[in-house]
């Protein structure tokens, strides 16, 4: 297999550094740590899995001290990992022939990650991230939420696949691989760390509209931040001025994932006659689960009960989903109670079952029974 080495950006992660370090252990590859001033005991943790550990001044570009860390690896492949994701499968023999067979490409890791919905119901999130590449290829652009780009531009290769949500956003002429790498993506659970987080990154992402112009990738980071912030409006403002943006390509995943957004904070907002509009766009983005479900949520708050069925119907159709459960458990519920409310108790019950242990269907289960 080529060899590849994990290069990590960290700072003040001590509740993280070894966890995340301990998980790599399967991979047996180098290990590159940079630290952009640490407080704590980043640093000598990391020295117990690697005495590559360097430090870099941090200059507020989160691209510069990635690649800053690749110029240490001895490998030209890198996996580019982040502190607070850790390993849980890997299947090295079909990492080697990925490798071998898609030299020129980005690879991307499956990332699990909580995530919580409108209604407060928690689940988790698949998606897939660029971080294998070859960096006499490829490099790190972009001062925040930095994406894997190709050096070279004449190198230009077709679309990226539906879902590869990190990598070059704003560039589709690049081309992605799927790598048999799964990590669990703790993030910023605590909800103090989350907002903090939202709030620097949208200082720096100000500034980068200041320097570079409107920009949909930039809007649609905004955005989100402001959904992290409980702002839905301004979230929905930003998600608005990056769906306007001339030549926006359905097919990038980052435009999905806003289309989606946007749907779901006019839903927040009670805005249910305005996310009608999504109906404009629907061929667009009514290939995978997740939009068919957000459809049928909104045709539900429209009190238009029989298109609902049918988008719910579809969703669990479809294998291409992001968030768990829109193509199963999500959408059987929300059939079940369409189907309480129009009084058909049996057909309400069959899909309640059909939820398995999926809380607010066990509580509909009790209630009726």
């Known amino acids: 297999m ?24 399967p991979l047996q590859s180098e290990i590159v740590v940079v630290d952009t001033g640490s407080g ?7 020295k117990e899995f690697t005495d590559k550990v360097f430090s870099f001044s941090w200059i507020n570009d989160f691209s510069a001290a990635r690649n800053f860390a690749a110029s240490k690896a001895s490998n ?3 996996l580019a990992v982040d502190c607070d994701e850790f390993l849980v499968e890997a299947h090295l023999p079909r990492l080697q022939t990925a490798m071998e067979e898609r030299a020129d490409q980005i690879g991307m890791i499956t990332r699990i990650s909580p995530y919580t919905d409108f ?49 070059s956003p704003n560039d ?32 720096m992402l100000q500034d980068t509209l200041a320097q570079n112009g409107p920009d949909a ?11 992290v912030l409980n702002n839905h ?11 306007a943006t001339k030549d926006l390509r359905p097919s990038l995943a980052f435009v999905q994932e806003m289309v989606e957004s946007y749907g779901y ?66 959408a059987w519920y929300n059939m079940g109670v369409i189907y309480e409310v129009l009084r058909e108790r049996e057909t309400a019950l069959s899909y309640y079952r059909k939820c398995g242990s999926y809380s607010p269907a066990r509580k509909r289960l009790d209630a009726m029974q």
């Open 2 to 25: 080529p060899a590849f080495t994990v290069c990590m950006i960290v700072r003040n992660e001590e509740k993280n550094v070894r966890k995340c370090l301990r998980s790599l252990s």
């Open 40 to 46: 704590d005991r980043t640093v000598s943790y990391a």
């Open 76 to 78: 030209p492949w890198i």
């Open 119 to 167: 209604l407060g119901n928690s689940g988790v999130m698949h998606e897939f991230v660029g971080r294998l590449y070859d960096q006499r290829l490829y490099h790190y652009e972009g001062k925040i939420h930095e994406n894997v780009t190709s050096i070279h531009k004449e190198f230009s290769l077709s679309s990226p696949l539906p879902h590869a949500s990190e990598s």
């Open 172 to 203: 589709p002429k690049q081309k992605y691989f799927e790598i048999p790498l799964t990590f669990y993506h703790g993030g910023y659970q605590e909800k103090g760390l989350r907002e903090k987080k939202a709030e620097r990154d949208l200082s």
């Open 217 to 227: 990738y930039t809007y649609f980071q905004m955005g989100k931040c402001y959904v």
């Open 233 to 243: 409006a301004l979230a929905a403002h930003y998600f608005e001025l990056g769906l």
């Open 265 to 330: 904070c006019l839903l927040e907002l009670k805005q249910y006659q305005k996310a009608l509009q999504l109906q404009n766009v629907y061929d667009d983005f009514a290939k995978r689960a997740d939009f068919c479900f957000l459809m049928g949520l909104i045709y539900m708050n429209n009190a238009m009960f029989q298109r609902a069925l049918v988008e719910f119907e579809k969703a669990t159709k479809m294998k291409d989903y992001s968030i768990e459960g829109t193509n199963t458990y999500s």
